[in-house]
């Protein structure tokens, strides 16, 4: 009779099937769990599985960074959106926390007639570029979807902000809205490379001679996976990804893990002017995540040798996103930007060379005060990536290397892309830029100044411990313009014991002939 009613069959299924699953995990070699609590072993699994989303939306606190907090997640939603981004009833923050930080203000406000704060990069080069101070972090296409470049260069160019291409060269989604472009020569060449994978100085000059494309920016390496090459897998090498890069289709695409277009310092300045000429003398310069000290120090013993000096270096924190990594290269290999801002702005100052070079840094810039305390550390400007993907929409479901992005950003999933309405998308980017520089003059306002240019590290205060609070002046390494070259002895002990084991003429430690004992082994320093 239960049979007849049909509700007896499905009873009936549903028992075969979970018994039919049950042998089948009893069988199994794979899982332990599963031999041992056969199909009841499945909801571990489960739950195991949707733990992220559970932990995010209702575990978190909003001040807990993994990596970004609910609270700065929230900021750039809102801002992208044109809501009110205003708090009620005071700040969330712990402000006796160890490490808790503001900028001191001003009893005399002042008033500053526009937000949209620009520098001049490159300034004795034959097409300068005015740049905001806000622009948008590499991120190449492959890694981000054809809808999400296009949002993004379309609210760059609105906005009149740069957008960096990332490694992946110049796609034709790049171009339609002709955005200001910010063209990233990585180490596979991509865009400008020969068959065999080496330069090509034809191809270099042919794209570089685009309107649209400002500043060429050599990459040695970025923070999220610093010394890493890496290699898109042929099944991924799209036709349009293809044409992109200029490889093969369907073919394994790599991105060796050093330049083969130099090897030594000089070498790589020598380089750097010769992008410079060809690209008809845009300002040229590098991206880096600082690693080894002496390397650095090379580069800059080499900018004095020659006489070439690049017109931009952007410093890449080791906090820095990225599509994919090893867990050991995002969690403990590079600077953080910090250290690596720091030791890049003093080192040229110190060379006498910092008024040449301007300075970008990158590395989980969300906010105003983001991009103030930067300033403040010797930065000119700073770009930010995921904090334009939350523009877009992004989430953080950290899915980024899986193809499964569930809001369209990071997939090449053309049913997923269809998420990612671009003119809506484009409307948040700029958005969310204007908001950040308009909070940005206010706070430069509050604090009594007129421009970015004003922000040093003595506005910024640091609480050491429950009774004492210090100026990031007093906290941060300081440097006088030229003392590098003239008064070695005085300096950081960084200075003292790495500058002499550097040369121009090699990124490998060359410690000077005194230091070096009769066993031909580096002699010991001294403190």
């Not at 905001?132 to 009149?160: D, E, K, V």
């Not at 105003?368 to 990536?385: E, H, K, V, Y």
Request: charged residues 20%.
């Amino acid at each position: 009779m239960l049979l007849d009613s049909g509700r007896g069959l499905a009873v009936l299924l549903l028992f075969g099937v979970l018994c039919g699953v049950g042998i089948h995990d009893v069988l199994q070699t794979k899982s332990s769990i599963l031999r041992n609590y056969p199909v009841m072993g499945h909801l571990r699994f489960l739950l195991e599985f949707i733990r992220p989303e559970m932990r995010q939306y209702f575990i978190e606190s909003d001040s807990e960074a993994v990596p970004f907090s609910r609270a700065q997640r929230s900021l750039v939603y809102q801002r992208a959106k044109g809501e009110l981004d205003n708090r009620p009833f005071g700040t969330q923050l712990d402000v006796s926390q160890h490490g808790y930080e503001w900028i001191n203000h001003s009893v005399q406000p002042t008033h500053i007639s526009s937000h949209d704060f620009r520098i001049t990069i490159g300034p004795a080069t034959a097409q300068p570029y005015s740049a905001s101070i806000f622009n948008i972090s590499a991120m190449s296409f492959g890694a981000l979807s054809a809808p999400a470049i296009l949002a993004l260069n379309s609210g760059a160019q609105r906005g009149g902000f740069a957008h960096d291409t990332g490694e992946g060269s110049i796609s034709q989604h790049h171009r339609v809205h002709g955005g200001d472009l910010i063209w990233e020569i990585g180490s596979g060449y991509f865009g400008c490379r020969n068959n065999d994978g080496s330069f090509s100085p034809e191809k270099f000059a042919a794209s570089a001679a685009d309107p649209q494309v400002k500043l060429i920016e050599l990459k040695l390496s970025q923070g999220a996976k610093p010394g890493h090459g890496g290699i898109l897998p042929g099944a991924k090498v799209t036709a349009e990804i293809a044409a992109a890069r200029g490889v093969p289709i369907g073919v394994d695409c790599v991105s060796p893990s050093s330049h083969s277009a130099f090897s030594t310092p000089v070498e790589m300045m020598h380089f750097i002017a010769r992008l410079r000429e060809l690209s008809g003398g845009k300002p040229t310069g590098f991206k880096f995540c600082l690693g080894h000290p002496w390397e650095w120090f090379a580069m800059v013993k080499a900018m004095l040798e020659t006489g070439i000096t690049p017109d931009f270096i952007v410093v890449d924190g080791a906090e820095g996103g990225t599509g994919a990594a090893p867990l050991e290269f995002t969690d403990h290999v590079g600077a953080p930007v910090q250290e690596g801002l720091l030791l890049v702005h003093n080192t040229l100052l110190g060379a006498g060379l910092r008024k040449k070079i301007s300075v970008g840094c990158a590395g989980k810039v969300i906010s105003a005060f983001d991009i103030t305390r930067m300033l403040a550390l010797g930065a000119d400007w700073c770009n930010s990536g995921r904090a334009f993907m939350f523009a877009l929409g992004c989430i953080q479901a950290q899915t980024c290397h899986t193809g499964n992005c569930p809001t369209g950003v990071t997939t090449q999933d053309p049913l997923r892309q269809k998420a990612l309405i671009v003119p809506d998308k484009a409307e948040r980017v700029w958005r969310f830029h204007q908001s950040t520089l308009k909070a940005l003059k206010e706070l430069l306002e509050a604090a009594g100044l007129h421009h970015t240019r004003d922000v040093t590290a003595h506005h910024i205060v640091r609480r050491i411990n429950d009774t004492e609070v210090r100026l990031l002046s007093n906290l941060v390494l300081h440097v006088k313009e030229g003392s590098l070259l003239s008064d070695l002895d005085s300096q950081h002990q960084v200075f003292k014991l790495y500058w002499p084991l550097a040369s121009s003429h090699s990124f490998a430690v060359t410690p000077p002939k005194d230091k070096v004992s009769s066993t031909g082994e580096l002699a010991p320093a001294t403190a």
